[in-house]
């Protein structure tokens, strides 16, 4: 029996004590500046090599190239917790300004780089690709020299980081500005508390309608009152990126999506047709819950209502000792790293105001650690979005002694480990539940999980398309914003749903990530490849997590295609493998279906 009480708060302290006043992580900066300036230098002094045995002043960029990441990736993670933790930190917000103008120069210096690498003849850099110390990190110099092919001068791109500080990021960072003072008004017990909109957000797990119903109506009047500011948001989010593009020639407006995502456009379209052709059982499964409820049809803030009479609640300790008892039954590396995320506070899980909506996994490179954020409140989506986070600490750890080059692994891979550990979970809670009644919920959440990534993101998806599209031609008003949301919405849930969610654009802070546009097919991506290594796991047992580590090991190293191909043996451009994958999810429907009949 487990006797040691998980805490729920993290420990920053370890890394900079004393938070944004920290006396260490101001030293941290101004020696990220310093190292960041002789990095500068090396670049500028680099004369590029005629013969592959001239390789000393590259290898020793590489190795100034590693060690102004970690820093710099210390730094980023480090503000990001401060500013999610309490978003009336106004100190934090003023690093993350700092974090970010050091990141814009980064990048400055690192296009001066990959624009000398093109400048290498292509025999002699491929001779120095076979050669140590590039060999293991070929296929990363590879990428960096093809994408700088692709862009503009290195005066040009360096305008353009610049230009974004106050621009670009500077619009993402208003976005955060505006959520941390947005408060959703709840009575409860004749007291009206308000809400920040994390705390609000988990109100549409109540299995009251009432409840939810009413958090709605506050939830659309609180983001509609600022829905002019956050449209001017991203209307310029947009805009800043379509003006990048157009410059550098790129008509596609998913190609830098695709290529920060090391897959091809015929791989994606094979996904979203492969789900399209597939999506009749959800919405049966829409209808049949609805009429669990007493409905004619489900509204957008019934989609995560429970369907037991009786709300299942677990405290944190409980989901804690849950997913430590499941991940052992998959392999002794996942149970023992994430014993050691718990016991040594990598969490921030307390449900309390002044957090940050959502949640989120960071690394600590120099420190080789994580940090998990998310807001506990006892719900078993809690408890799925807790072991999802856990996945993506554990990728991050599974990548220990891989070359730090080949450490930076595209979103849609990183959100294969996290759905991986998520599906565990959920497959476990349904197995073990005792009553019928406790199976039908567990496999209801579940299956929510997949409407999720099959509706939901694909209506994100549909909606980002269509305003870049739009965005082309100037501003688009709010109103027009809640037009194609909600044709989007409609689209993507197959007009299934009585009331829509046409603020979804305002609410969604993904919308506003700068690090990655189109911050939303890869969470689909990542969810159906993982159903595919799920069921090889299956397969295989216990055996499997060595695979499976050496899986995520070549995550960052080649396309989705080649490590599909690779370590499954399966082509993600053909429709076989996706189709595969949503049969099985559609197995938890007709399970579902079959006992609510």
């Given at each position: 029996?487990?006797?040691?009480?998980?805490?729920?708060?993290?420990?920053?302290?370890?890394?900079?004590?004393?938070?944004?006043?920290?006396?260490?992580?101001?030293?941290?900066?101004?020696?990220?500046?310093?190292?960041?300036?002789?990095?500068?230098?090396?670049?500028?002094?680099?004369?590029?090599?005629?013969?592959?045995?001239?390789?000393?002043?590259?290898?020793?960029?590489?190795?100034?190239?590693?060690?102004?990441?970690a820093k710099m990736r210390q730094a980023g993670a480090f503000v990001s917790c401060l500013s999610a933790q309490d978003t009336k930190d106004k100190k934090a917000n003023m690093l993350r300004g700092k974090v970010t103008q050091l990141s814009a120069t980064f990048q400055t210096v690192l296009t001066n780089?990959?624009?000398?690498?093109?400048?290498?003849?292509?025999?002699?850099?491929?001779?120095?690709?076979?050669?140590?110390?590039?060999?293991?990190?070929?296929?990363?110099?590879?990428?960096?020299?093809?994408?700088?092919?692709?862009?503009?001068?290195?005066?040009?791109?360096?305008?353009?980081?610049?230009?974004?500080?106050?621009?670009?990021?500077?619009?993402?960072?208003?976005?955060?500005?505006?959520?941390?003072?947005?408060?959703?008004?709840?009575?409860?017990?004749?007291?009206?508390?308000?809400?920040?909109?994390?705390?609000?957000?988990?109100?549409?797990?109540?299995?009251?309608?009432?409840?939810?119903?009413?958090?709605?109506?506050?939830?659309?009047?609180?983001?509609?009152?600022?829905?002019?500011?956050?449209?001017?948001?991203?209307?310029?989010?947009?805009?800043?990126?379509?003006?990048?593009?157009?410059?550098?020639?790129?008509?596609?407006?998913?190609?830098?999506?695709?290529?920060?995502?090391?897959?091809?456009?015929?791989?994606?379209?094979?996904?979203?047709?492969?789900?399209?052709?597939?999506?009749?059982?959800?919405?049966?499964?829409?209808?049949?819950?609805?009429?669990?409820?007493?409905?004619?049809?489900?509204?957008?803030?019934?989609?995560?209502?429970?369907?037991?009479?009786?709300?299942?609640?677990?405290?944190?300790?409980?989901?804690?000792?849950?997913?430590?008892?499941?991940?052992?039954?998959?392999?002794?590396?996942?149970?023992?790293?994430?014993?050691?995320?718990?016991?040594d506070r990598w969490i921030e899980a307390e449900d309390r105001d002044g957090k940050r909506p959502g949640g989120f996994c960071t690394s600590f490179p120099e420190s080789d650690q994580s940090r998990i954020f998310m807001t506990f409140s006892g719900t078993p989506s809690n408890v799925s979005t807790l072991?999802?986070?856990?996945?993506?600490?554990?990728?991050?750890?599974?990548?220990?002694?891989?070359?730090?080059?080949?450490?930076?692994?595209?979103?849609?891979?990183?959100?294969?480990?996290?759905?991986?550990?998520?599906?565990?979970?959920?497959?476990?809670?349904?197995?073990?539940?005792?009553?019928?009644?406790?199976?039908?919920?567990?496999?209801?959440?579940?299956?929510?999980?997949?409407?999720?990534?099959?509706?939901?993101?694909?209506?994100?998806?549909?909606?980002?398309?269509?305003?870049?599209?739009?965005?082309?031609?100037?501003?688009?008003?709010?109103?027009?914003?809640?037009?194609?949301?909600?044709?989007?919405?409609?689209?993507?849930?197959?007009?299934?749903?009585?009331?829509?969610?046409?603020?979804?654009?305002?609410?969604?802070?993904?919308?506003?990530?700068?690090?990655?546009?189109?911050?939303?097919?890869?969470?689909?991506?990542?969810?159906?490849?993982?159903?595919?290594?799920?069921?090889?796991?299956?397969?295989?047992?216990?055996?499997?997590?060595?695979?499976?580590?050496?899986?995520?090991?070549?995550?960052?190293?080649?396309?989705?295609?080649?490590?599909?191909?690779?370590?499954?043996?399966?082509?993600?451009?053909?429709?076989?493998?996706?189709?595969?994958?949503?049969?099985?999810?559609?197995?938890?429907?007709?399970?579902?279906?079959?006992?609510?009949?």
């Amino acid at each position: 029996m487990n006797t040691t009480t998980y805490e729920q708060t993290w420990d920053l302290d370890v890394f900079f004590e004393g938070g944004s006043s920290s006396p260490a992580f101001a030293t941290h900066l101004e020696t990220l500046d310093s190292e960041l300036n002789n990095f500068s230098t090396l670049v500028k002094e680099f004369t590029v090599p005629t013969e592959a045995n001239e390789k000393e002043a590259l290898s020793s960029i590489i190795t100034a190239f590693v060690n102004v990441g970690a820093k710099m990736r210390q730094a980023g993670a480090f503000v990001s917790c401060l500013s999610a933790q309490d978003t009336k930190d106004k100190k934090a917000n003023m690093l993350r300004g700092k974090v970010t103008q050091l990141s814009a120069t980064f990048q400055t210096v690192l296009t001066n780089f990959d624009q000398k690498l093109v400048t290498i003849d292509q025999a002699v850099f491929e001779a120095l690709l076979q050669a140590e110390p590039f060999q293991e990190i070929s296929y990363v110099l590879n990428e960096r020299r093809n994408r700088a092919k692709e862009k503009l001068s290195t005066e040009e791109e360096s305008l353009i980081n610049s230009l974004g500080i106050d621009g670009y990021h500077a619009w993402g960072q208003m976005y955060d500005t505006i959520v941390g003072k947005l408060k959703i008004p709840f009575e409860e017990n004749g007291e009206i508390k308000e809400l920040s909109a994390g705390q609000a957000h988990n109100k549409f797990s109540s299995s009251d309608r009432n409840v939810r119903k009413n958090v709605f109506e506050h939830w659309e009047k609180a983001w509609g009152e600022q829905a002019d500011y956050i449209g001017a948001s991203l209307n310029h989010l947009a805009g800043f990126r379509l003006n990048v593009y157009k410059q550098r020639n790129w008509e596609e407006v998913l190609k830098e999506p695709l290529d920060i995502n090391r897959m091809s456009k015929q791989t994606l379209e094979t996904m979203w047709k492969a789900i399209s052709d597939n999506k009749a059982p959800f919405v049966e499964y829409l209808n049949r819950k609805a009429k669990l409820l007493g409905l004619e049809k489900l509204s957008w803030y019934d989609l995560d209502a429970p369907i037991s009479k009786t709300e299942s609640k677990v405290s944190y300790q409980e989901g804690a000792e849950f997913i430590l008892e499941q991940f052992s039954h998959f392999g002794p590396e996942l149970t023992e790293f994430t014993k050691k995320a718990f016991e040594d506070r990598w969490i921030e899980a307390e449900d309390r105001d002044g957090k940050r909506p959502g949640g989120f996994c960071t690394s600590f490179p120099e420190s080789d650690q994580s940090r998990i954020f998310m807001t506990f409140s006892g719900t078993p989506s809690n408890v799925s979005t807790l072991a999802h986070e856990l996945g993506h600490a554990f990728h991050q750890h599974a990548m220990k002694g891989v070359h730090t080059l080949n450490r930076s692994y595209a979103m849609n891979v990183a959100e294969t480990a996290s759905t991986f550990a998520e599906m565990i979970v959920a497959d476990a809670s349904v197995k073990n539940a005792t009553t019928e009644e406790e199976r039908i919920a567990l496999l209801e959440d579940k299956i929510q999980r997949s409407v999720a990534f099959y509706m939901n993101i694909h209506a994100r998806f549909i909606f980002e398309t269509s305003f870049y599209e739009e965005r082309k031609n100037g501003i688009v008003s709010t109103e027009r914003l809640n037009e194609l949301m909600e044709q989007a919405q409609k689209t993507a849930y197959c007009d299934a749903l009585d009331q829509y969610h046409p603020s979804f654009w305002s609410s969604k802070m993904h919308f506003y990530i700068t690090g990655v546009p189109f911050y939303n097919f890869p969470y689909t991506f990542g969810y159906l490849f993982s159903l595919g290594i799920y069921a090889k796991a299956i397969e295989e047992g216990t055996d499997y997590e060595n695979k499976y580590i050496a899986l995520l090991k070549d995550t960052a190293s080649m396309t989705v295609e080649e490590l599909a191909s690779k370590h499954l043996g399966v082509d993600l451009t053909q429709p076989e493998f996706w189709e595969k994958a949503v049969r099985l999810s559609i197995k938890d429907v007709e399970e579902f279906l079959t006992l609510t009949n």
